[in-house]
Each structure stands twice: as C-alpha cells, then as structure tokens.
C-alpha cells in the first residue's frame, strides 16, 4: 500500500473505449484499490525497492486514466497507511519524496483532465511541504466534474472509526447532540468518505486475502476481487478481469434476489 497517487501524462491509454465484453449498465460506481506487491516485485527482477514503487506509479497511472475513460465515478487508493511509518527510514524518506515529485509533476494533467482529487488520512504527520502541494492539489482540482481520486494517505480504517466516534462524543458532551440520535447515518457523515457512495468493489493484488485496516466500514458490502498480479504488473486486462468478476456477482446486501424468492 505504497504507491502516490496520479492520473498520467503519458498519453498511451488516452480515450479508451469501454470493452465489448463489460456491460455499461451494471459498471461500479465506486471502486477501491489495495495496490500491493510493488516490494516483491522488484525483489523477482532484482532490482531495488524503490524501483518497484516507480513502477507502481505507472500502474496506478494507467488504471486511472482507464477508470475514468470508462465511466468508474470514484476510484479510491490505498497509497501509505498508518503502519508504513514502521517501514525502514530510507524506504519511508524515498516515498515521501516520491510523492512530492509526482504530485508536482502530474497536478496538472489531473486539473485538465477534470480530475478531482482529494487526500484521506490523517495529513498532519506528512512532511510540510508534501502538505503544501497536497492543499495546492485539492485546491485546484476543486470545482472539477470527472472522476473523483482518493488517495489514502497516511491512513488507517481503526483511526479514521475512533475519530468519528470521538466528534460525535464531544458533541454530546457539548450539548449539541442527544445521544440517542446517533445511528449509522450520523456516524457515517463524521467519515472521510461522507461525501461518497461506498466502494462498490475492492481490488487487492499480489494475492493477499486481508482488508489491512483498508476503509473498514465502507467495504462493508463491497465485492472483493483478489488477483495475484502484483501491483506494477496491473494493467488494463487485469482491471476488465476485475470488472467483469464484479459483473458476474448478484449483490444482495444481506437479503435474498429475486430468483431465491420465488423458489420459497
């Protein structure tokens, strides 16, 4: 979960067309993306970490550039956890650069593209200046109408809950809130995500079958696509295949579909 963010300036995948074998009409509103295996990545090419995180970028890259051509409304990535800070100094310093060149390089490829971009996370413990370009990015990209972009940065699902659940508290405390209001409604506006329809479908690579503290509530009935395709090897079949399991699934969010019912 270690890759910035962008849209792309390389202009390979510009206007994609949908493919055959997707059906516009039942595409996710919301997708979200675990963007693991950068690391072992570059471990089977022999080639150093940092490698497999500038590899990362071009996926990620691509895979925006081919949601938005193709009608997803909200990709939403999960780029640094709250964990990574446990990662060795030297890798921890060469992503935070990384991110800082790639935002100034690709901001604005993502403002002329109608890119609106926003950053979810707890901002304050990433360098000043990457905060800087940050506020500059959510700022430009602000009024902009095609594909909304979600980095996850510096974020952690179990934090992002306890802060909710502590707005809420102090507004109790304060006498501005009856405490028998609160339902899953009210908490829900105190999340980062309030402004969003939740992920209809995850997406993890590299194999691994865990959320990893990854939008625990809001994937609460998402469809979960695993492949073992690792990250910088994610393209545009990987994204299909992803999309046309999606397709294949009946989304019941707890109850029975049609063709259950009327076998009872």
Request: proline share 3%; net charge neutral.
């Given at each position: 979960?270690?890759?910035?963010?962008?849209?792309?300036?390389?202009?390979?995948?510009?206007?994609?067309?949908?493919?055959?074998?997707?059906?516009?009409?039942?595409?996710?509103?919301?997708?979200?993306?675990?963007?693991?295996?950068?690391?072992?990545?570059?471990?089977?090419?022999?080639?150093?970490?940092?490698?497999?995180?500038?590899?990362?970028?071009?996926?990620?890259k691509s895979t925006l550039r081919l949601c938005s051509d193709w009608g997803i409304k909200v990709?939403?990535?999960?780029?640094?956890?709250?964990?990574?800070?446990?990662?060795?100094?030297?890798?921890?310093?060469?992503?935070?650069?990384?991110?800082?060149?790639?935002?100034?390089?690709?901001?604005?490829?993502?403002?002329?593209?109608?890119?609106?971009?926003?950053?979810?996370?707890?901002?304050?413990?990433?360098?000043?200046?990457?905060?800087?370009?940050?506020?500059?990015?959510?700022?430009?990209?602000?009024?902009?109408?095609?594909?909304?972009?979600?980095?996850?940065?510096?974020?952690?699902?179990?934090?992002?809950?306890?802060?909710?659940?502590?707005?809420?508290?102090?507004?109790?405390?304060?006498?501005?809130?009856?405490?028998?209001?609160?339902?899953?409604?009210?908490?829900?506006?105190?999340?980062?995500?309030?402004?969003?329809?939740?992920?209809?479908?995850?997406?993890?690579?590299?194999?691994?079958?865990?959320?990893?503290?990854?939008?625990?509530?809001?994937?609460?009935?998402?469809?979960?696509?695993?492949?073992?395709?690792?990250?910088?090897?994610?393209?545009?079949?990987?994204?299909?295949?992803?999309?046309?399991?999606?397709?294949?699934?009946?989304?019941?969010?707890?109850?029975?579909?049609?063709?259950?019912?009327?076998?009872?």
């Amino acid at each position: 979960m270690t890759t910035p963010f962008i849209v792309g300036s390389n202009n390979e995948s510009f206007n994609k067309a949908l493919p055959a074998s997707l059906d516009e009409n039942r595409l996710p509103k919301h997708i979200a993306i675990i963007m693991d295996g950068n690391g072992r990545w570059a471990k089977i090419k022999k080639l150093p970490r940092a490698m497999g995180h500038s590899a990362g970028v071009d996926a990620l890259k691509s895979t925006l550039r081919l949601c938005s051509d193709w009608g997803i409304k909200v990709l939403t990535v999960y780029a640094f956890s709250t964990e990574n800070w446990s990662r060795p100094k030297e890798e921890v310093n060469f992503l935070m650069k990384l991110f800082e060149s790639v935002l100034k390089k690709e901001i604005e490829y993502l403002n002329i593209e109608d890119v609106r971009i926003n950053f979810l996370g707890d901002l304050d413990e990433l360098p000043a200046r990457l905060q800087d370009l940050i506020n500059q990015a959510i700022n430009l990209t602000r009024n902009n109408t095609g594909i909304n972009f979600n980095v996850c940065t510096n974020y952690g699902g179990r934090r992002e809950l306890v802060l909710a659940a502590k707005k809420l508290a102090n507004r109790v405390a304060e006498g501005k809130l009856d405490p028998s209001l609160i339902d899953e409604n009210l908490f829900e506006k105190e999340l980062l995500t309030s402004n969003y329809v939740d992920p209809d479908l995850l997406i993890r690579t590299s194999g691994e079958k865990r959320l990893s503290n990854f939008l625990l509530w809001q994937l609460a009935y998402a469809e979960i696509h695993v492949t073992d395709t690792l990250w910088p090897d994610f393209n545009e079949e990987s994204l299909r295949n992803a999309l046309l399991d999606y397709q294949s699934r009946r989304r019941r969010f707890g109850g029975l579909d049609n063709a259950v019912k009327d076998q009872l």
